[in-house]
Every structure is written in C-alpha cells, then in structure tokens.
C-alpha cells in the first residue's frame, strides 16, 4: 500500500519562507504526477502545484496563479520525494498542505489525485 507523508509546516511571518517534503513508499511515482493542494478552512481542497509526466514531453511543472512565482515544486525520483519551496509566504497562504501522487484526468482536479498525504499545517502569522 503506497504511502505518502509530508513533513515541514509550521508558523511562519508573512514574507517568510517554508520548504514542504513528502516522502512516498509503497511503490515509486517516477513518471508520475506528483503535486500539491491545499485546503484552508471552509474552502474546498485548491490546486497549488504539480509536476506532470509524459512520454512525449518528460516532466512539466504547473503553478496556481496564485502561488506562480513564488512557489517551487520540485522532485527527486531517487529519493521517491516531492518538495514545494514556499516564498513570500502572504496571510491567504494558510492552509493545510496535501501531498497527491499518481492519477488521471485534469492535474488541478483533487479528485483525480490516487494518493494522499496527511497534510501538514502552514500558518503566516505576525
């Protein structure tokens, strides 16, 4: 049973910066989509960043325009790992922070995600 598991939340001040991990084991997600939602309270589960495979084009990454610029979605296949590099971190980035793996249909679509993490907590706070 593939597992993924997430790691680096925490408070930070607006401005600040946080480098999320998550660890999957189980199976390998190389050439797979691996990504990034978030879900803050009372709002539903929302598209942050993912990075695509596919025989035609290798990896792809893909931002929210909320977060494009200052976020970074990253991966290293040898460590089955999936990171996303926070910046200039605002008071509408808290939330809590879901890994996803694998899947099919539209990347922005949390449905369409197979694996989840457990999500840790970002708060931006003074």
């Known amino acids: 049973q593939a597992q993924l598991v997430e790691s680096g939340g925490g408070l930070v001040q607006p401005g600040g910066s946080l480098k999320l991990a998550c660890v999957a084991s189980?199976?390998?997600?190389?050439?797979?989509?691996m990504g990034w939602f978030r879900q803050a309270p009372g709002m539903e589960r929302e598209f942050v960043g993912v990075?695509?495979?596919?025989?035609?084009?290798?990896?792809?990454?893909y931002y929210a325009d909320s977060v494009k610029g200052r976020f970074t979605i990253s991966r290293d296949d040898g460590k089955n790992t999936v990171y996303l590099e926070m910046n200039s971190l605002k008071p509408e980035d808290p939330a809590v922070y879901y890994c996803?793996?694998?899947?099919?249909?539209?990347?922005?679509?949390?449905?369409?995600?197979?694996?989840w993490g457990q999500g840790p907590q970002v708060t931006v706070s003074s």
């Open positions: 996803s793996a694998a899947g099919t249909g539209d990347y922005f679509h949390s449905a369409n995600s197979d694996y």
């Open positions: 189980g199976r390998t997600f190389s050439r797979n989509r």
């Open positions: 990075i695509t495979w596919s025989l035609y084009t290798g990896y792809r990454k």
